[in-house]
DNA sequence: GCCGTTTTCGGCCCGACTGTTTTCAGTCG
């Protein structure tokens, strides 16, 4: 670990190994919540947490969570990369304690019990202990039990959280949902949770169903295909894992809670807490079948209605992440976002002139099919040669072929464009003239992931600088669960960006949705306009949009902050064709 | 440990399921 100068996400991560630790020392609850409200504080901070420490002692004070304790902690942790209770609680926790429980099914409580009784010291040793058959003899274990842990462990489950991509998970929600929408006297059948949330990824499915079939649903649900092991099976609520490792969660509900239960379960659980915070101050209770005064319910059928109760307006799902969404909706202030709708282009795709694996004409087709209004075909320039990238005379070559093309187009334009490498000081891998007659200019990075910020930063700003360029593609580089984003201070190219009207992706391909939804945020409040870019890299790619704007609209981004939210024509006048430097 | 239209103490969201238990604790979401 870097010590000093620790990243936001170190700070998290010593709050959240804190909190594990004071869980297994039997703490305090609340106080253990403390600790991971304030690691999420942190970690969704759209600066590094070092730079609000800077501006004086009451700055990191006024985070929500944060008071005055955790922020000496942090404070300690920016200065030494840990802090004294940490140190501590490391000390005195037993070795291999923690290990336990990633098991799921297991807690604090019986991880501690196994230990203490059974000197289990690792998931290894738990799992010899209950092939040996020592763990059912422990109070409170039984048979089941010891069968549980071991399937558990069999099972891998133990070896990390592993979250799906959403666009993946989607591919298995929606065929379940159609599967319980057919199930007769079902009337609706939504997917709640993070799902519904737009989250880049989901741990779980939360599948959530009304109507008078109920003993009929849990059957479909439990048998349909795809389920390797039922988890739990009671009257309302049920739980599957599919081959696939995605577990599903099911929940039959009555008509008059379908909204309270659509609302609780989408969470997130931040949301709800602070919500409900409200509907207690006002003498109401929120639960997952409605909302109660006393014992009667005043609502609960939709989720206008539940939302009313507490006296707030709708809220899109997208929001409901405790992010300042309650405070605007309270003040009427709530965005109005982004849909798919709005986009009138895709300023990013591939074609096999380089990596893309159908051509020019069946993209432009297939961009023309979806309703768009213009195409940007952005193939790669010559240093990503693993793509095959193109040089200066591919580019004047292709333009030919795209002039042509649109001579026979109906409604779409296609636009001549370029996904230019940035090259590793910062210059562009295309030269001018190339670059002054494209229609539109993407500059991103496929190398050099590794410079220290700084550079990296210096890197960024000199090619945002360009007078040919109009958009920096995948800001940070990053891919999910695979290869963290390139150290980048956004809020300076969030203003080299504003300086020089170029603007900012946010990526659609599911695996990137960079910018992410946070950074998104702070670029638009920032006053950056954004692009949703679909990168296809193949004809059915193109509808990769979708996860972009999900993305954006986590973001808080409306349809004027969006680049290609705009007609040809008035897109066109912020293009560098057309923008003076 | 945080927080305040219940304001510096005393709360902090709430219920389902499982397994093991004769009435509930632990875990999860």
Not at 242 to 255: E, H, I, M, T, Y
Not at 273 to 296: D, H, S
Not at 397 to 425: H, Y
Request: hydrophobic share 45%.
């Amino acid at each position: 670990m870097r010590r000093p100068g620790a990243t936001n996400a170190d700070v998290a991560r010593l709050f959240l190994e804190a909190a594990e630790l004071l869980e297994l020392a039997g703490e305090n609850p609340f106080r253990i919540r403390a600790y991971q409200q304030g690691a999420r504080t942190v970690e969704e901070l759209d600066e590094p947490v070092a730079r609000v420490a800077a501006r004086g002692a009451k700055a990191l004070d006024a985070l929500p969570g944060i008071g005055e304790d955790l922020a000496e902690k942090i404070r300690q942790v920016l200065a030494t990369g840990s802090f004294p209770l940490l140190a501590r609680l490391r000390k005195q926790t037993p070795k291999g304690l923690p290990e336990l429980l990633k098991v799921p099914g297991l807690g604090p409580k019986r991880a501690r019990l196994l230990y203490d009784e059974l000197g289990v010291r690792s998931v290894a040793g738990l799992a010899r202990a209950a092939k040996a058959g020592r763990v059912r003899t422990l109070p409170g274990f039984g048979a089941k039990t010891e069968a549980a842990i071991l399937a558990a462990i069999g099972g891998g489950a133990a070896a990390g959280e592993k979250r799906m991509l959403r666009a993946r998970a989607a591919s298995y929600a929606e065929p379940l949902v159609e599967l319980l929408r057919a199930v007769p006297g079902v009337d609706r059948v939504e997917v709640a949770g993070s799902f519904r949330r737009g989250r880049e990824t989901v741990g779980d499915l939360d599948i959530l169903v009304t109507g008078r079939a109920r003993a009929a649903v849990v059957e479909a649900f439990t048998s349909a295909p795809g389920v390797a092991r039922v988890l739990a099976r009671g009257a309302t609520r049920a739980a599957v894992r599919l081959g696939s490792g995605l577990q599903v969660d099911l929940r039959v509900l009555a008509p008059e809670s379908f909204g309270a239960g659509l609302y609780y379960f989408t969470g997130s659980k931040a949301h709800n807490v602070a919500v409900r915070g409200i509907a207690r101050a006002a003498g109401l209770k929120i639960n997952e079948y409605g909302v109660f005064r006393g014992k009667t319910l005043v609502a609960g059928r939709t989720e206008e209605e539940v939302l009313a109760a507490v006296g707030l307006p709708w809220i899109p799902p997208e929001l409901r992440e405790d992010r300042g969404e309650i405070a605007a909706a309270r003040e009427g202030r709530l965005p109005d976002l982004v849909t798919l709708r709005d986009l009138r282009g895709d300023l990013q795709c591939h074609t096999t002139d380089s990596d893309g694996r159908d051509d020019l004409e069946a993209m432009a087709r297939a961009a023309e099919a979806l309703g768009h209004q213009y195409l940007a075909v952005t193939d790669h320039s010559p240093s990503v040669r693993v793509t095959g990238g193109m040089d200066a005379a591919g580019f004047r070559a292709q333009r030919r072929r795209i002039d042509k093309l649109n001579a026979k187009l109906g409604k779409l334009t296609v636009l001549a464009g370029a996904e230019v490498d940035i090259l590793a000081d910062g210059r562009l891998d295309l030269d001018d003239a190339t670059l002054a007659g494209l229609d539109v200019v993407v500059i991103s990075i496929h190398s050099r992931f590794n410079l220290p910020e700084a550079e990296q930063t210096r890197r960024v700003v000199r090619a945002i600088s360009h007078p040919a360029v109009d958009i920096l593609g995948h800001p940070t580089g990053r891919i999910i669960g695979r290869r963290a984003g390139i150290a980048l201070d956004l809020d300076a190219v969030a203003r080299a960006a504003g300086d020089h009207g170029v603007m900012l992706e946010v990526n659609a391909q599911p695996e990137r949705l960079d910018l992410d939804d946070i950074a998104a945020r702070a670029a638009v409040e920032r006053g950056v306009r954004l692009v949703i870019g679909s990168d296809a890299h193949a004809a059915a790619e193109l509808g990769f949009l979708r996860w972009g704007v999900d993305q954006a609209r986590r973001g808080w981004v409306e349809k004027q902050d969006v680049g290609n939210a705009l007609p040809l024509a008035r897109l066109r006048k912020l293009l560098h064709g057309s923008r003076k430097h």
